[in-house]
């Protein structure tokens, strides 16, 4: 089955600077990488996706760029804000139907120094 | 994005009793849905897929008479604990898959925090 390991368990960082989130994966299957953001006592909710059939994805202050060969992509938040702190988790999974479930990785609190 | 609703956000009961949490999606069907369960400081861990109006799959270590899972309808999903202990304490959430597209993203609910004493 798919693995997804997830560096740094932990992160501070400046507010306005800016965070690097990796993730790896084994499944060369995964095909569907998804990011989410768990704030203290909710949901995940998600933040951004993306396909094996790009590179990089970015929406205003968030990207994510995918390593395919490697095996491994990251989240880039850029200009942090105090509001970016939480727990983010990586996730991978095949896009094929009737495999739907996906693996996440284990973690990533983000805190942002004001 | 879409919405996914759980109920009770939080519930407190007593050793031995039975707890349902409900998981609804407000704006689509999903034929899908997921329950995963969150200890403190962890990732999320799978216990099953709930399929509508078929019997949910288990994952492996995940015991079926302790967590039954029933997907009456395209909008609602329960997850029932039954004969809860304090071990069965923890946070769970459930996910449902967006039927439109081809990822078919998952959206989370906020999650319900169960405290058996």
């Known amino acids: 089955g798919e693995n997804v390991e997830q560096h740094p368990s932990t992160l501070s960082v400046q507010e306005g600077d800016s965070a690097v989130i990796k993730c790896t994966y084994s499944?060369?299957?995964?095909?569907?990488f998804p990011w989410y953001k768990q704030e203290l006592g909710k949901g995940p909710q998600l933040i951004i996706d993306?396909?094996?059939?790009?590179g990089e994805k970015k929406d205003q202050r968030i990207a994510v760029t995918l390593n395919k060969t490697a095996k491994h992509f990251s989240l880039h938040i850029t200009e942090t804000q105090p509001e970016d702190s939480a727990v983010y988790f990586c996730a991978a999974r095949p896009l094929n139907f009737g495999n739907e479930k996906l693996t996440f990785g284990t973690g990533t609190r983000l805190t942002i120094i004001p | 994005g879409a919405v996914v609703s759980q109920h009770p956000s939080r519930v407190i009961c007593k050793s031995g009793t039975s707890v349902k949490i409900e998981c609804r999606s407000l704006?689509?069907?999903?034929?899908?849905m997921f329950w995963y369960r969150q200890f403190p400081k962890q990732s999320l861990m799978l216990m099953a897929t709930?399929?509508?109006?078929?019997?949910?799959?288990?994952e492996q270590g995940v015991e079926k008479d302790k967590f039954l899972i029933n997907h009456a309808s395209l909008t609602l999903s329960t997850l029932t604990v039954t004969s809860a202990h304090p071990e069965d304490s923890s946070f769970y959430i459930c996910s449902a898959k967006w039927p439109g597209g081809s990822t078919g993203e998952l959206f989370f609910g906020e999650g319900s925090r169960l405290t058996v004493l």
């Open positions: 499944d060369s299957a995964s095909n569907y």
């Open positions: 709930s399929n509508e109006g078929s019997k949910a799959t288990y």
């Open positions: 993306i396909r094996s059939n790009v």
């Open positions: 704006d689509f069907q999903a034929t899908t």
